[in-house]
C-alpha cells in the first residue's frame, strides 16, 4: 500500500469498521466475486490504466455489484489536468484520462455518493504543496523525459533524474465513493 493521507486512511478504517482483512489483485474491470461482498475497494494508480472510459464504466458497475451497501471505494490517481502532456509521455498504458469531475461523474453514474476528495503533489497537500509542486515544474521545465534508463551519458541520466523528479510532484488525487443503494 502506498503511503496515504492518514485523514483519509482513518476514515476508512472507521468507516468499515477495522483494518485489512483480505488483499486480491485483479486484471480489472471485471472482479470475480459474488455480490455485496466487500466492505472496501482501494486502487492506487491503477485506474488511469484502464484502456478507456467504457472500460471504467464497466469497472464502476462491478464497483457497485460487489460492495456491501455502505461499502467504500477508495482511488488514487494522477490528475490529467495538472500532468497535462505528462500523463501519457510517462507511461505509455496510461488511457483512461483521470480527473475528479470524471472519477465524480462515474460514481453517480452507478449510485455511489463521493464522500471526500483530496488533492496531493508527493508528500505535501494544499497551499504548501501545491507551491512544491510550481517550483519543481518550473526548475524542471526544460527536460523532456525521452530517455529510458538506464542512461549512457550524463546529460541524458539528468534529463531522465529531472523528469521523475517533476512527476513525483505532479498533482494526484485520492477520493472516496460510497455505495449508497442496492
Not at 67 to 92: E, T
Request: charged share 20%.
Amino acid at each position: 500500500m502506498m503511503s496515504l493521507n492518514l485523514t483519509i486512511l482513518c476514515e476508512i478504517t472507521l468507516q468499515i469498521g477495522g483494518g485489512i482483512r483480505q488483499a486480491k489483485n485483479y486484471f480489472i474491470p471485471n472482479l470475480q466475486e459474488e455480490n455485496a461482498s466487500y466492505d472496501c475497494i482501494m486502487l492506487t494508480h491503477v485506474f488511469e490504466h484502464l484502456n478507456d472510459c467504457n472500460e471504467a464504466k464497466k469497472f464502476m458497475s462491478e464497483v457497485h455489484r460487489v460492495l456491501k451497501p455502505k461499502g467504500l471505494v477508495f482511488i488514487v490517481c494522477p490528475d490529467y489536468m495538472d500532468w497535462a502532456k505528462d500523463f501519457h509521455g510517462c507511461d505509455f498504458t496510461h488511457n483512461n484520462i483521470t480527473t475528479v469531475r470524471r472519477v465524480m461523474e462515474l460514481f453517480v453514474g452507478e449510485n455511489l455518493e463521493t464522500v471526500t476528495h483530496k488533492y496531493t503533489y508527493a508528500c505535501f497537500e494544499g497551499l504548501f504543496g501545491y507551491l512544491v509542486s510550481r517550483l519543481v515544474k518550473l526548475a524542471t521545465f526544460w527536460t523532456r523525459g525521452n530517455c529510458l534508463e538506464p542512461c549512457h551519458n550524463i546529460s541524458a541520466y539528468i534529463d531522465i533524474k529531472a523528469y521523475k523528479l517533476r512527476l513525483t510532484f505532479s498533482r494526484n488525487f485520492s477520493i472516496i465513493g460510497q455505495k449508497v443503494s442496492q
